[in-house]
């Protein structure tokens, strides 16, 4: 079964940092886009950053870029979202992603997400 675990969360200043972890098994990377969205309070759900999408590049969406960075471990068991420089549009609950490509395309799967506070 795949299984996405989300830790790292928590609250952090304006400026500070913040580095998410996702524990991801039941998968290979190479048969999934593995990365990261978050929703704030009454919006929709966004992607932050993505390694594997569609044109084969690691994705950011730009208000991230340049201070948050999508990682894996060697063995690609776990994901990483360091964030630095943190804003207050920053918070929100981080979700961790797996979306299949090739023959497992239309199989999504979430963690339960974790909370980033930013306080100013």
């Known amino acids: 079964d795949v299984q996405l675990v989300e830790s790292g969360g928590g609250l952090a200043q304006v400026g500070g940092s913040l580095r998410l972890s996702c524990a991801a098994s039941?998968?290979?990377?190479?048969?999934?886009?593995v990365g990261w969205f978050r929703q704030a309070p009454g919006k929709e759900r966004e992607e932050v950053a993505c390694f594997g999408s569609s044109n084969g590049r690691t994705f950011y969406r730009n208000s991230v870029k340049g201070r948050f960075t999508i990682s894996s471990d060697s063995a690609r068991t776990r994901v990483y979202l360091q964030m630095n420089y943190l804003k207050p549009e920053d918070a929100g609950v981080y979700y961790c992603?797996?979306?299949?490509?090739?023959?497992?395309?239309?199989?999504?799967?979430w963690g339960e997400g974790t909370q980033v506070t930013v306080s100013s």
């Open positions: 039941g998968f290979t990377f190479d048969d999934y886009a």
């Open positions: 992603n797996a979306d299949g490509r090739g023959r497992y395309r239309g199989r999504t799967y």
